[in-house]
């Protein structure tokens, strides 16, 4: 019953290195869904947030205006500390009751983390491996730029805004090379998966 980390950086390929591994019959738990879903409208976590960071932070429908949050807090440390203080936890429970189900369901389940923010939050925790996905920057610029039709500021700016690939790199006990075409992602990650079923 390995319990896997996946992390990489902004536009790194992760999400196709967690799509494989679904197919394969990961049971894969997203850490940005689970961030939606706990600031759902009604949730705790979102009424806490409106409390600190104002009530023009949510849309009219009861929903979180993301734009509107990241704006408040991107570039401001201390406004960011203060959001992942009331998301951080609700998120980390979260995600441990979806491990568990996952388990209770089948003892021999592969679960895998997809966490972009696995060297900002999660680092310490017993995770049988750490996988990253990693491309250079540059790659990643490009991507971002052409598939999510960003400009080159805005790109870099989101790139900067993570911590270095160096310290996502120094964790790693897997790097999958996504630089590469999406073919060889899938046989980087294929031979992942072997050497995970035969642990």
Do not use: C
Not at 28 to 33: E, K, P, R, T
């Amino acid at each position: 019953m390995p319990l896997i980390a996946l992390t990489g950086g902004i536009a790194s390929g992760k999400s196709t290195i967690a799509r494989r591994l679904a197919e394969r019959g990961a049971v894969v738990v997203d850490a940005d869904q689970i961030v939606r879903d706990v600031q759902a409208p009604g949730s705790p976590v979102l009424g806490r947030i409106s409390a600190v960071f104002g009530a023009d932070v949510i849309q009219p429908d009861g929903a979180l205006d993301r734009a509107a949050l990241g704006a408040r807090v991107f570039g401001d440390p201390e406004l960011l500390a203060q959001l992942n203080g009331i998301v951080h936890p609700a998120v980390r429970a979260e995600s441990q009751r979806r491990f568990e189900e996952a388990f209770a369901a089948d003892p021999d389940a592969v679960v895998v983390y997809d966490v972009p923010l696995l060297v900002e939050a999660r680092v310490d925790d017993p995770w049988d491996l750490i996988v990253v996905a990693h491309a250079p920057a540059a790659e990643r610029r490009r991507r971002l730029v052409a598939i999510r039709g960003m400009d080159e500021r805005a790109a870099q700016e989101r790139i900067d805004a993570q911590v270095p690939d160096e310290r996502r790199l120094a964790i790693a006990d897997v790097v999958i090379d996504t630089a590469g075409s999406i073919e060889d992602t899938h046989a980087q990650t294929d031979a992942l998966w072997e050497r995970i079923r035969q642990r």
